[in-house]
């Protein structure tokens, strides 16, 4: 496994916009508190990362059905899926300096009920201790699901299988992908979303 970066520009792995939108008062707050609790930066990376998988829930476990994107509605609302989640942790990591960006896996949504190829979302965060990248899944665990903060050994939340089409991107993008936040903001419920999960993300045009 290889990780890379889409831009060699690290000051584009910490900017703030209106998804990405960390000057939100909540968001500083909640990144302040964290800081305080964390003995070192590492500390802080783990415990904004646990924070968001544990304490933000996933949409479609809690049945939720309002769609979260930016990282103050995540915040806000206490849910959002996969890419509202990574969102949040991207907010909280930049707001105190640390470089992250957005991560995709092409997955098949369920083996059972609905056997098709969509996009799942994550976060790459970078080590300084390290000096190097490592990817994290906020997810949330449920059964079948563990993801936890490693900076060696990965673990997050789904194997890729490509024996079933399933295919993993090691690339860390600054930006979350445009064709995601289209099909975020043009759906009204997460049902709606969830016919119209992008299955090309338009970093690859």
Known sequence: MKITLYSNKIDEYLKHDNVIDYDNEAISELADILLKKADNELDFIKKAYEFVRDNISHSADVNEDIITCTASEVLKAGHGICFAKSHLLAALLRCKSVPSGFCYQKLILDDETAPVLIYHGLNGVYIKDCKKWIRLDARGNKAGVNAQFSIETEQLA??????MG??????????????????????????ELWDNLPSELGYDK
């Open 158 to 163: 789904f194997p890729v299988r490509p024996e």
């Open 166 to 191: 399933e295919s993993d991107n090691f690339i860390i993008y600054p930006d979350p992908d445009i064709k995601v936040l289209d099909q975020m903001r043009k759906s009204k419920t997460r049902t």
